[in-house]
């Protein structure tokens, strides 16, 4: 059985730290690219932040580039997102998902974020104060 789990979400101040961690399991980690969304209520799903660990490539959306940083142990079947100077507006319920690497496009990227994940977690949400 496919599992993506997501753990560390939370309440913190603005321009506090919090690290996300996205436990995968049931299908063959380094055949996949790992991607980072968030949804706000109210608003559409965000695809943040990828990782392709067997291809050392990354990806970052605009809002985060430069705050947030994606890694991945591949040991433990698990991907990171650190979240530095956190802001009230990225207040949201934090997803993970696994898409494959191999396809006609490039899985980590804006493309890929929004039309090649196969399977998802439920998220964790994490609230910022101001």
């Known amino acids: 059985e496919v599992q993506l789990v997501e753990s560390g979400g939370g309440l913190v101040q603005a321009g506090g730290s919090l690290r996300l961690s996205c436990a995968a399991s049931?299908?063959?980690?380094?055949?996949?690219?790992i991607g980072w969304f968030r949804q706000a209520p109210g608003k559409e799903r965000e695809g943040i932040s990828c990782?392709?660990?067997?291809?050392?490539?990354?990806y970052y959306a605009p809002s985060v580039d430069g705050r947030f940083t994606i890694s991945s142990d591949n040991a433990k079947n698990t991907v990171y997102l650190q979240m530095n100077n956190l802001k009230p507006e990225d207040a949201a319920v934090y997803s993970c998902a696994a898409g494959l690497r191999v396809r006609g496009f490039q899985t980590c990227s804006a493309y890929g974020l929004a039309f090649g994940m196969d399977y998802w977690g439920k998220g964790t949400p994490v609230t910022v104060s101001s």
């Open positions: 990782i392709s660990a067997s291809e050392s490539i990354t």
């Open positions: 049931g299908f063959t980690f380094d055949d996949y690219a």
